[in-house]
């Protein structure tokens, strides 16, 4: 599975973004999507997941409330709708995908390139 991230870009804080993460594999919709970020000097972290499907949706603490996972299958893309940014929020956001999902991102066998997403103040 091919993936990649997009529509990362610079907004102020309190500003809202959309990046998406789209598939080449014909199959993706059989596949849960983890959004996970990296910010300067920070690890890598989780985001959000969404389930295959699409019916079951999981946020880390610090962006329950302000970021939404979504997906269309029908065009293998996933979406993270982010709003109320704040410069925390300032990463390079990656979309990874699997049967099944977890928190660790070493767990997650297919990765895209990511977008970078910053966040002034």
């Known amino acids: 599975v091919q993936l990649q991230a997009s529509g990362g870009g610079l907004v102020q804080a309190g500003g809202s973004l959309r990046v998406s993460c789209a598939a080449s594999?014909?199959?993706?919709?059989?596949?849960?999507v983890v959004w996970f970020r990296q910010g300067p000097g920070r690890e890598r972290e989780f985001v959000a997941t969404?389930?295959?499907?699409?019916?079951?949706?999981f946020y880390a603490d610090s962006v329950e409330g302000r970021f939404t996972c979504s997906r269309d299958n029908a065009k293998n893309t996933v979406y993270l709708q982010m709003n109320n940014l704040q410069p925390e929020d300032t990463a390079v956001y990656y979309c990874?995908?699997?049967?099944?999902?977890?928190?660790?991102?070493?767990?997650?066998?297919?990765w895209g390139k990511g977008t970078l997403v910053t966040v002034s103040s």
């Open positions: 594999e014909r199959f993706f919709s059989n596949y849960d």
């Open positions: 969404i389930s295959w499907g699409g019916g079951s949706t």
């Open positions: 990874a995908a699997g049967f099944g999902w977890s928190r660790d991102a070493n767990a997650m066998p297919y």
